[in-house]
């Protein structure tokens, strides 16, 4: 797996497949809870702030981890990121997101569960693709 360049700029072809793969979840999940539009409207908002406070405590760990890298250089920020405790660090605050909010909406679980299911599965799924299709 290498880089993709796109004119001027250089993407990671992991960073591509993990952009897919939650376009694909975030589509499939809100389909799962279309009966009810408040809760789809509700839960498709709650995921998409998933995925943005992921980014940005993934980016920002950085300077948790390693701050005097931070102190040196104020753009490693933009550059680089929290590594593999970054991330563990981005999925924890995600599930505990996740089940706040599912608390503070009382949103019944029979309703929710469907879309974390199929959410998860499909990411699961379209990831594994890309990256079979980007290994060939």
Known sequence: MGDIQIGPFIM?????????????????????????????????????????LFVLIYKGSIALFRPVLLFENPKALLFFNGGQKGMFLAIIVIVIYLYVKIKKEKWKIEKIYPAIVSGSLSFTISLFCCYLVLLL
């Open 12 to 52: 990671s072809s992991l960073m591509l497949s993990l952009l897919f793969s939650i376009f694909v979840a975030y589509i499939i999940s809100g389909q799962s809870v279309k009966r009810d539009p408040l809760i789809k409207k509700q839960w498709q908002d709650a995921v998409f702030n998933s995925v943005f």
